[in-house]
């Protein structure tokens, strides 16, 4: 069994929208209250409690792949073979992010450790042609083609309540997840917890 859980990610690991102080919606940093309360609130926790394992949430608001791998390097000292390690991908583009650099680096950084690789609220290689997809491992993906938020969107449709920050409905009719407008609320980090347990594969 896993010993802990390890996340990496960028706001939507950061627990950012657990908040319900609308006044927070675009800010990156909101002291040490509120950045607690998002980090110790998103899906990390949820997850963590489906295996019954202490957790460490390291998604940081606004992060980019490239800043995520970074995030990966400063901490793999910590990281144990007993870990579950999920890195929760930001959008593939941000920063100087490319997948065709950024899947090889978390693959070898991570080999020999029990990891998995999740799309957040946009698919990593929607822009990336299928000759460059077909040379890289993706082996350790959950599910490469679907993201959170799709899967937050069917939710919300099936059981017609608000998987969103503040309250909000219908997010892919209001705009888009590329600016970074929406995230889960409490209820949308439990959702996406119970699809990762069900999905991750038991050891």
């Known amino acids: 069994m896993y010993e802990r859980l390890v996340t990496f ?3 939507w690991t950061a627990g950012h929208g657990v908040e319900t102080q609308v006044q927070y919606k675009e800010v990156i940093d909101c002291g040490l ?5 998002r980090s110790s609130n998103g899906w990390p926790r949820y997850l963590s409690q489906h295996y019954d394992i202490p957790f460490v949430n390291l998604g940081v608001c606004n992060f980019s792949n490239p800043e995520i791998i970074q995030r990966i390097k400063q901490n793999i000292k910590y990281l144990t073979k007993n870990d579950l390690i999920i890195v929760m991908l930001s959008y593939a583009f941000r920063g100087e992010g490319q997948p065709e650099q950024d899947i090889p680096r978390i693959n ?6 029990n990891y998995f690789i999740v799309n957040s609220f946009y698919p990593t290689f929607k822009e990336v042609p299928q000759h460059i997809i077909d040379s890289l491992d993706i082996s350790r993906f959950i599910n490469p083609e679907m993201t959170m938020a799709e899967f937050l969107i069917y939710y919300e449709k099936i059981h017609n309540t608000s998987v969103w920050e503040y309250g909000c409905r219908k997010v892919s009719e209001l705009g888009s997840f590329l600016g970074g407008d929406f995230h889960p609320n409490t209820l949308g980090y439990k959702t996406i917890a119970w699809e990762l347990y069900n999905r991750i594969p038991k050891n």
């Open 33 to 37: 209250f509120i950045n607690s309360l």
């Open 9 to 11: 990610g960028d706001s």
């Open 108 to 113: 070898k950084l991570l080999q020999g450790y």
